[in-house]
C-alpha cells in the first residue's frame, strides 16, 4: 500500500484569521471509500474557542448591520465567484470526503454559487411594508432588522450547499455568523470557508470552529449571545437545539429527518416512474433528507414496476465516486454503513422479502470502503421498522395498495412530513394528492428529492420546526419584523 503523504492540517476561522484550536488537538478526516485514506486533519476545538468566535461576531455585528444590502451582496457576489472557480477542487473534496459521485458533488457545489448570487441580489429587493395609519397625520411602515448572531450548524450530507442556504440569507439580511460544520466532511466545509475568507468579509462577519457536536455544536446551542440557531441533522439533535434555544430565548429553525413516500397509479408511466424512483431514493447513496423511502405502488401495476425496478436497479455501478461510471458511492462512515446494515437485518428478522442487494459488494476492490449494495424490499407493512424509520441508506421499501386513496393513508402513516411524490396521469388523483398530502414538499411525476433554491423548503410533523429554508422564505427567520410609526 503507498504512503499517504502531504495531508493537510485546517484551522478555525475566527475573527479574519485562520487559527489553531486552545486544544492544540486536531481530529482526523477519512475517506469512505477507502479508510486508509486520510483527507485532511480539522480542528479539535473547545468551548473556548466558540466563545472567541461568537465574541468576534458579536463586535462585528454592529458594523455588518449599518452596510447596505447592496454592500453585503457585493461580497456574497465575490464569494461566488471564488467557489465556481474553484469547483474542481472542492468537488473532488466531497467526494473524496463524503463519498458521494464526482458529478453530484460539482452539481452541488455549482448549486452553492446559484445560491449566493441569488441572495446577492436579495440587497437590492423590498424589506418592508407602508401601512396606512388611522391617524391622516402619520406614516407607518414596517422593514426587517438583522437577529445578531447565527449559529449554524449543518449535517455531512451536504457539505456545501447546505451551508450556503443558511449562511448566504443569514449575510445578506446583516447577520454575522459561527459555523459548526460536520466532522464526517468538514475539510469540504472548510474550502467553502475559504472562498468566504478570499472574498474579504470584515472581521468577525463569518466564523467557523471545527469538532465535536457535544462539545462545539452544544456551546453554541447554550451561548447567550448567539441569537439565533440554524441546524439541520437528526430529530435527536434537533430536540436538544430547540430545548437550548427555547431556554434562553433565542430563535431557532430546524429541519431533520423524513420518510418520503412516492406513490405509483395505475395510469403512471412505468418507465418515469422507475426512473425517479430509483433517482429519488438512491442517488447520495440515499444519503438525504428528501430522499425517496417508501414505494407505494397499486396493485394494477405492481408487478411490472417491481419486474423493472429490480433490472434497472441491478444494473447499477457501486464504487468509488471518483471513478467514471460509478452510479453510487459508499455510505459516509462506518456508523452509517453499519446503521444501514442494521435496518436491513431489522427488515428481514420482521417478515420483509429481500428482493434485491442488502449486502457489502463482493468487489474486492471495494473491501475497503463503506459500501453496501442498492436494496429493495417488498411485502413491506406500514407499521414495519423499516416502512416507519428513516434509514438514511440506499433501502427502498414497496408498499402494495389497491387504490390511491389507500396510498395516500398510507404515504401519511409515518411522523416525518418532509417530501412526497405521486405519478399518475389522473388530474383528480393528483390533486387529491396535492391537498391530503401531509408534506412541506409536494412533487407530481417527479422523483421527491428536489429543491429548487428560489422556493420555501421545510417539512412538516417531525420533519422541521414549521419554518422555511430558502427563497424569500429565508427572511422570516434570519430578520425581525419592525413596526415604525412617525407623526410629526
Known sequence: MAVQTQVETYQNLINGE???????????????ANRHHIVGYMQK?????????VEAAQKAKRDWKKRSGVERGNFLYKAASLIEERVEDIAKTMTEEM???????KGET?????????YAGEGMRSIGDVIPATDGGAHMYTTRVPLGVVGVITPWNFPVAIPVWKMAPALIYGNTVVIKPATETAV??????????????????????TGSGSIVGQRLIDHPEVNALTFTGSNQTGKRV???????GAKYQLEMGGKNPIIIANDADLDLAVEATISGGLRST???CTATSRVIVQEGIYEAFKEKLVAEVSKLKVGNGMEEGTWMGPCVSENQLNTVLSYIDKGVAEGATLLYGGRKPEDERLKDGFYVEPTVFENVESDMVIGQEEIFGPVLVLIKVDSVE?????????KFGLSASIYTQDIKSAFSFIDEIEAGLVRVNAETAGVELQAPFGGMKNSSSHSREQGQAAKEFFTATKTVFIKP
Not at 110 to 118: E, F, G, S, T
Not at 242 to 248: Q, T
Open 18 to 32: 485562520w487559527v489553531k484550536a486552545t486544544s492544540d488537538e486536531v481530529i482526523t478526516s477519512i475517506s469512505p
Open 406 to 414: 389507500r396510498a395516500l393513508e398510507l404515504a401519511n402513516d409515518v
Open 45 to 53: 476545538s473547545t468551548d473556548k474557542d466558540v466563545d472567541e468566535a
Open 99 to 105: 463519498g458521494k459521485t464526482l458529478p453530484e458533488a
Open 188 to 209: 469540504t466545509t472548510i474550502k467553502v470557508m475559504k472562498c468566504f475568507a478570499d472574498a474579504g468579509f470584515p472581521e468577525g462577519v463569518v466564523n467557523m470552529v
Open 286 to 288: 440515499g444519503q438525504k
Open 110 to 118: 455549482m448549486r452553492a454559487v446559484a445560491i449566493l448570487r441569488y
Open 242 to 248: 430547540a430545548e437550548g434555544a427555547l431556554n434562553r
